[in-house]
């Protein structure tokens, strides 16, 4: 039986093993220290050996010793039972949705499943409810309980063929069953810490490999801890030397760094006609473009003044407006000078209007798609917040298609996608179906159900009743070495968050 006391106890004792030194980089793309990742082609491992999170061996048998299993029987099996699941006659007094428990087939071995829905049957009716004595009412409680499977001598996690046997009994699943049919085994090299197995205190990891090369989503509905969720993920890439770069729409991630030089937004230009400036823009463009030459803003308004300045007027007082603000530097900033080995940016785009964001996503993602290609900037993590506005379902914008390209065969060049979104549904399926790590918290509106339970294989229907009913800190997590849906008690983040909604009244 597992002891719900000890959940900060536990999460204390893992956090004692944590690296405590990592440095996070400045908002205005400034990249951390970290030691260079070595360079990855195609689907080879992007993580190879390095230190990786001291004391993870210690941290298993920390956590052995903090449970005790007794095999105690809670049910036996009646009525249908199929290889997939069974119905059982629950004994024991306390029983959970989730819980894990097993039953030994006949052709199998011990088999993990877990408890899907419970329900209480009594003999009260409805015209003896109000005069009822609770201590003489029979109740019986009832589990739909889901097969996982069991390891075959390959080490596969494998479901049974054939059914399992009416009055086999059900008994609680000792640590040792669980953490070898789930495959709860970390590998300081190659694994990311990210929690404990909700109810077993056992800890959770993601193979970084996995994650970068088959892509994921963390999906949650508005404060439902997404932010924070993929600010663990991101510490974790950042401590296995991993390169990175963030957009952040809303300036969220900028407090994970060390205090630094912040920019400031003096003033957002003003709407104007812009239809009306296209074709002298586009005229002036193409003179400028034919001499071969490199050309600034201050040419652009030469070669309009040259070609009536009267008609011209109002494009030239704000191209002049432009020029004046110094948002054009003589020379840009170029892609790959942005991705620096083992290391992470921040492209914090708060403030910008959402057809800009569109636009530089789009550069962005198709210049470090075709760099990873020729193998210019190394194998990396290309996470995008809020990704249901850069390759939204229900249209076709500026970076949908690089966006899409990198789901479809960012894999084969090492280069990651991992998409963050309040809004699952309104995600174009094609990006979002090729995620193989899913990462699910709360999530209540029917439409993003739907969505997410299309993507998810296993899912059962008690997993989805748990999602819609999820606390805070916790998260439902497949892929990337997890092979079967686990529910995970987030870990405590080890930078500042910063994606916090802002309090309106004070505590006083």
């Known amino acids: 039986m597992f002891d719900r006391r000890n959940t900060e106890r536990k999460r204390q004792i893992m956090m004692q093993y944590m690296h405590d030194d990592t440095e996070f980089m400045d908002l205005e793309c400034t990249p951390t220290t970290c030691e260079p990742l070595s360079n990855v082609d195609n689907e080879e491992d992007v993580v190879e050996e390095n230190s990786g999170i001291e004391g ?6 920390i956590e052995e010793t903090l449970h005790t299993s007794s095999g105690e029987v809670v049910g036996t099996i009646y009525g249908k039972a199929g290889t997939t699941y069974f119905d059982c006659r629950v004994s024991a007094e306390h029983l959970e949705r989730s819980e894990y428990v097993s039953v030994v087939h006949d052709d199998y071995g011990p088999v993990l499943c877990q408890v899907g829905t419970l329900v209480r049957k009594s ?7 109000n005069d009822a004595d609770i201590n003489k009412i029979d109740d019986v409680v009832s589990a739909h309980v889901d097969v996982i499977g069991y390891r075959d001598n390959r080490g596969l996690l494998m479901s049974p063929r054939t059914t399992f046997r009416a009055g086999s009994k059900v008994t609680r699943a000792d640590q040792d069953l669980v953490k070898s049919i789930l495959g709860l085994k970390i590998n300081p090299k190659t694994d990311g810490y990210i929690g404990l197995l909700h109810g077993h205190g056992i800890p959770v990891a993601l193979n970084i490999n996995e994650l970068i090369q088959r892509h994921a989503c963390i999906l949650a509905k508005t404060g439902g801890g997404k932010s924070y969720m993929s600010g663990d993920i991101i510490e974790e890439l950042m401590k296995h030397n991993v390169t990175c770069m963030i957009i952040d729409p809303h300036g969220e991630y900028g407090a994970m760094r060390d205090a630094g030089t912040k920019g400031e937004i003096l003033e957002l230009m003003r709407k104007t006609d812009m239809r009306s400036f296209l074709p002298p823009t586009k005229k002036a463009i193409e003179t400028l473009r034919e001499e071969g030459e490199l050309y600034s803003v201050t040419d652009l308004i030469n070669v309009l003044k040259e070609d009536g300045g009267a008609k011209n007027a109002v494009l030239i007082t704000e191209l002049e407006y432009i020029d004046s603000m110094g948002i054009f530097a003589k020379r840009g900033n170029r892609i790959d000078e942005l991705v620096e080995n083992g290391k992470t940016t921040i492209i914090n785009l708060k403030g910008v209007p959402p057809d800009i964001q569109q636009l530089i996503v789009k550069r ?14 190394p194998p990396m993590m290309f996470v995008v917040e809020e990704a249901h506005n850069y390759c939204p379902q229900a249209e076709h914008v500026m970076s949908s298609k690089p966006l899409a390209t990198i789901a479809s065969e960012g894999r084969k060049f090492g280069l990651g996608l991992m998409v963050i979104s309040q809004r699952p549904a309104k995600i174009d399926k094609n990006v979002l179906s090729q995620c193989g790590t899913q990462i699910i918290l709360k999530v209540t509106n029917p439409n993003d159900l739907k969505a997410i339970t299309a993507s998810i294989e296993g899912l059962t229907t008690g997993m989805s009743d748990d999602i819609q009913s999820m606390p805070i800190g916790m998260a439902m997590v497949v892929g990337a070495g997890i092979e079967s849906p686990l529910l995970v008690e987030v870990r405590p983040r080890e930078s500042r968050h910063g994606g916090a909604g802002v309090k309106i009244l004070g505590d006083d």
Do not use: P
């Not at 962005?364 to 900037?377: W, Y």
């Open 56 to 61: 993870y061996e210690e941290n298993v048998v």
């Open 364 to 377: 962005l993602a198709t210049f470090m798609f075709e760099l990873r290609k020729k193998g210019s900037i």
């Open 123 to 129: 003999n009260l009716t409805l015209e003896d409810a």
